[in-house]
């Protein structure tokens, strides 16, 4: 495994992102669908970067 692998820790699926993130997973598909997340939808699942999700959550609102 590469470097560039091993600092990608992703997480897959509507529901591991939304457990990450703590909304319902409907919340979540809503959060993914409208590019509202910094995510991308990979063979039809859904993929996020854990390190970008929690930093998406963590930043104060505009």
């Known amino acids: 495994m590469g470097n560039a692998e091993k600092q990608l820790d992703l997480v897959w699926e509507v ?4 457990k990450l993130i703590g909304r319902t997973e409907r919340q979540t598909f809503h959060l993914l669908q409208s590019g509202q997340l910094p995510a ?12 970008k999700l929690l930093s998406f959550f963590m930043e104060p609102a505009a």
Request: aromatic share 6%.
């Open 40 to 51: 991308k939808k990979v063979g039809g699942r859904w993929v996020a970067e854990r390190g």
């Open 15 to 18: 529901a591991e992102i939304a």
